[in-house]
């Protein structure tokens, strides 16, 4: 499975910037949270990835 992630970031007017981070590679979302937080205790798990191809074949199957 892969997992998206984000990063806040304070910018030099104390502002918070939400930024993407790196897709993490794991069998579940307990690994990836373990993952994120080896990678920057700041990067935050925010769901999971789904490839365009993956949710149109879901999406025929459930048509049918």
């Known amino acids: 499975m892969v997992f998206l992630t984000e ?3 304070v910018l030099s007017d104390k502002s918070v910037k939400v930024f993407e981070g790196p897709l993490i590679y794991a069998n579940n ?3 990836a ?4 937080v080896q990678m920057n205790k700041d990067l935050i798990v ?6 365009a ?3 149109l ?8």
């Open 7 to 9: 990063i806040p970031a």
């Open 29 to 31: 979302i307990e690994e």
């Open 33 to 36: 949270e373990k993952k994120a």
């Open 46 to 51: 925010v769901g999971e990835y789904f490839m």
């Open 53 to 55: 191809e993956e949710i």
């Open 57 to 64: 074949f879901k999406n025929e199957l459930e048509t049918l």
